[in-house]
């Protein structure tokens, strides 16, 4: 269990202004809390407001929590999950998940029933879906690196039978190839108007977060490097309505573990130092201002001063 002990004071420590421009997303009265722990690798956070819940995987513990606002109690959601790593709703409220263990992205339908999207690609099996987002169309976009098939931990161990892509899945169940050349992409998001996609590429060096252009709402042109990590490693992240970038950070040295906050231009403006690497974060609560961190072993929460967008 990591140790944990919340600042005494206020404003917290832990949240810093890299950039004066960060301090108006900044609360002085909201510090970080821990609100579970425990797990063995935290993923894939997403807000049911209709629940006022938290629902996250730990992927090799192989079981998906949640996390009741009202209460504070964490229960299990759904064991065993597969494996499963990333998750989102559509637009009907539908959550999404990213399958290592089977491979594959599913839709948990309103009654509990699981309803495949893809699993292969071409008549080949996908690697190990990841991430995933839901654009305003329905659509469904996902990163399919190897990660859950390089052994037993995260999944199965296989090798892999396509590239590592990102896939598009249509309303019409229909799948493409959103982005290709990508070594190992991870996160992805799409920026508030949704006029540009954000992908992590995981294994570059040193890794980057891409930026494509979304033309005709379908299509990726223009791919560039929007931000190199340098010794930091970024995994997934959302965006706020403003369009800064919540980027789950870091590589167990201080100032890289926990999040760093971009603005539009591609400029570090904010931390929140987190005492473990944070892989994944969403937006939720009431007004959807507080972030929630799947970092490591535990779940974290901070209220900020923006909210996110609301697809995300």
Not at 13 to 34: H, M, N, Q, W
Not at 187 to 197: H, K, V
Not at 212 to 217: A, I, R, S, W
Request: glycine share 12%; net charge negative.
């Amino acid at each position: 269990m990591t140790d944990f002990h919340p600042s005494p004071r206020y404003p917290d420590p832990a949240i810093v202004s890299v950039d004066p421009s960060f301090d108006r997303y900044r609360i002085g009265l909201a510090k970080v809390e821990r609100l579970a722990t425990g797990l063995r690798w935290s993923e894939g956070p997403v807000w049911l407001g209709d629940t006022r819940s938290l629902v996250w995987s730990d992927v090799p513990g192989n079981c998906m929590y949640r996390w009741d606002e009202e209460t504070g109690v964490t229960s299990v959601f759904r064991k065993p999950s597969n494996n499963g790593n990333g998750n989102t709703r559509d637009r009907q409220g539908r959550i999404i998940t990213c399958e290592h263990l089977t491979r594959r992205v599913t839709r948990t339908e309103y009654d509990g029933r699981i309803t495949v999207l893809a699993n292969s690609f071409e008549g080949k099996p996908l690697n190990s879906p990841n991430d995933v987002v839901v654009k305003s169309d329905g659509s469904v976009w996902f990163t399919d690196p190897s990660f859950g098939i390089l052994g037993f931990y995260e999944g199965h161990k296989a090798e892999p039978a396509l590239p590592f892509n990102v896939y598009r899945i249509d309303a019409d169940g229909s799948i493409s190839v959103a982005a290709q050349g990508i070594n190992q992409p991870n996160g992805l998001a799409f920026s508030p108007d949704e006029s540009i996609l954000y992908i992590v590429e995981s294994r570059a060096t040193p890794r980057k977060i891409l930026a494509y252009d979304v033309m005709g709402g379908r299509s990726l042109t223009n791919g560039r490097v929007f931000i190199e990590a340098g010794p930091g490693t970024p995994d997934g992240f959302r965006l706020d309505v403003d369009g800064n970038l919540w980027c789950g950070w870091g590589m167990g040295e201080a100032g890289l573990d926990g999040v760093h906050v971009f603005n539009p231009q591609g400029k570090l403006i904010g931390r929140i130092d987190l005492p473990e690497r944070c892989a994944n974060l969403c937006f939720g609560g009431l007004h959807r201002d507080r972030l929630f961190m799947t970092a490591s072993t535990s779940l974290y929460s901070l209220y900020v001063n923006t909210q996110g967008v609301a697809y995300a």
